[in-house]
T-cell receptor, first 117, second 116 residues
Framework: NAGVMQNPRHLVRRRGQEARLRCSPMKGHSHVYWYRQLPEEGLKFMVYLQKENIIDESGMPKERFSAEFPKEGPSILRIQQVVRGDSAAYFC???????????????FGAGSRLTVL | GESVGLHLPTLSVQEGDNSIINCAYSNSASDYFIWYKQESGKGPQFIIDIRSNMDKRQGQRVTVLLNKTVKHLSLQIAATQPGDSAVYFCAENRPPPGGGADGLTFGKGTHLIIQP
């Protein structure tokens, strides 16, 4: 089991460009979560998705950010017209079900580090 | 604002000593708590969890204590080793209205430094 796979691991973009971050959940996991981590900060919840559905996007900025988890393929976090403040590590996590419990913890990927010049 | 926070940003301990990392939370409805370890350049790794109907849970070299009266959570690491150097985050799960899950709320983290 390869775990949660995220790519790219590092991404550099200039202001105004688009950033696309991809996440393949663990095998057998159909629930995906995206978190953002600023330097020296904790992780901030962004969005929770199941296949083809956004369950909770309460942590997503209202503009420029979007997420999807299509029926086939990885989940994608898309940031349009990036600004320097978007520079951060973006972590994806997956779980077997949507309920947090001892039998169903989130498994995190290694993260994608976005740098906006 | 943050509902989960930490008392100390950095904790330095001697190798072989026990480490205690503290965490405070403010939401009394939180029913599940997790400690994660994050090494430099890596994603958070699950260490141990505890449900709100418990006050103590032990794992291998780690113990989590939950004090619901003062909304306090701690992680104890016995016989700290160099490999324990990392940032440790506590996270809480708040049951949203209607059930389901909306992710975890993380604290800012404590950087554990092991001195030889």
């Amino acid at each position: 089991n390869a775990g949660v796979m995220q790519n790219p691991r590092h991404l550099v973009r200039r202001r105004g460009q688009e950033a696309r971050l991809r996440c393949s959940p663990m095998k057998g996991h159909s629930h995906v979560y995206w978190y953002r981590q600023l330097p020296e900060e904790g992780l901030k919840f962004m969005v929770y998705l199941q296949k083809e559905n956004i369950i909770d996007e309460s942590g997503m900025p209202k503009e420029r950010f979007s997420a999807e988890f299509p029926k086939e393929g990885p989940s994608i976090l898309r940031i349009q017209q990036v600004v320097r403040g978007d520079s951060a590590a973006y972590f994806c996590a997956s779980s077997r079900t949507g309920q947090h419990s001892g039998a169903n913890v989130l498994t995190f990927g290694a993260g994608s580090r976005l740098t906006v010049l | 604002g943050e509902s989960v926070g930490l008392h100390l940003p950095t904790l330095s301990v001697q190798e072989g000593d026990n480490s205690i990392i503290n965490c405070a939370y403010s939401n009394s409805a939180s029913d599940y708590f997790i400690w994660y370890k994050q090494e430099s350049g890596k994603g958070p790794q699950f260490i141990i969890d505890i449900r709100s109907n418990m006050d103590k849970r032990q794992g291998q070299r780690v113990t989590v204590l939950l004090n619901k009266t003062v909304k306090h959570l701690s992680l104890q690491i016995a016989a700290t080793q160099p490999g324990d150097s990392a940032v440790y985050f506590c996270a809480e799960n708040r049951p949203p209205p209607g059930g389901g899950a909306d992710g975890l709320t993380f604290g800012k983290g404590t950087h554990l430094i092991i001195q030889p």
